[in-house]
């Protein structure tokens, strides 16, 4: 199937690895120009190198910590107005609600909610201007799992997915869709470091964490490539009548409500 996608500007944060750099690859591999956004430049280099080598698509990278809201107007200076964005920058961290402290909350908050809200806002507008537009936001199944050993992650979750909601639900009228993805445990870094921290908080030893594998549909976590195509399909005209709803990547493991454990 041809996405049509050939030749539009796509802007991936947090693609320098896990879910971004996936999404990356398979707009790259759809003929998509990709500009990638995290805080490491060195990552960022590496990663766009890898992709161009196996894509022949031009990747270029910026390196901002887009907690800092006023860096957002920067980048939108280098990219110019995209036809795709991919808001997936952010890792909130494990914990209840007593582990968790304000500065902690508000420091995850920055990056991933505030951060997602934001980069709408900013390329929204230079979207509307022009008439067009996609915004997919990458959420997590915790938003509608919820979760208290992941508090943070499940409240700014389901608050990123009412707002792609909120937003999406009349951006046609600008020409524009927006809409979240919310994957479940896929397999990166990151979910080994969630599941670490929910093993040292039940049994006292993060090494026990792939204990919880044995819960997920098939005994196994998604293949970040499984992620990446649906967002890919969205973010194409195919999808053009998709918005202002979450699409959910989690081989089912929605239907059985609660936590990892």
Known sequence: MDLGLKGKLAVVTGGSKGIGAAVARALAAEGCKVHIVSRTAAALAEKAAEIMAETGATVTWSALDLSDSTVIKDLLSMTGTPAILINNAGAIPAGDLLN?????????????VFG??????????????????VIINVTGLAADRFDAGYVAGTTGNAGLNAFSRAVGGRSLNDGIRVLAISPGAVATERIET????????????????????????????????????????????????????????????????????
Not at 231 to 260: E, I, K, P, Q, Y
């Open 100 to 112: 968790i402290d304000e500065a902690r909350w508000r420091e995850a908050w920055d990056l991933k």
């Open 194 to 261: 969630l599941m670490r921290a929910r093993a040292q908080q039940q049994y006292g030893d993060p090494e026990r964490w792939q204990s919880y594998l044995g819960n997920l549909p098939a005994g196994r976590a998604a293949k970040t490539e499984e992620v990446a195509d649906v967002v890919a399909f969205l973010a194409s005209d195919r999808a053009g009548f998709v918005s202002g709803t979450v699409v959910t990547v989690d081989g089912g493991h929605g239907g059985n409500m609660g936590s990892f454990s």
């Open 116 to 133: 997602y809200i934001n980069m709408c806002r900013a390329y929204y507008a230079a979207m509307k201007e022009r008439g067009e537009g």
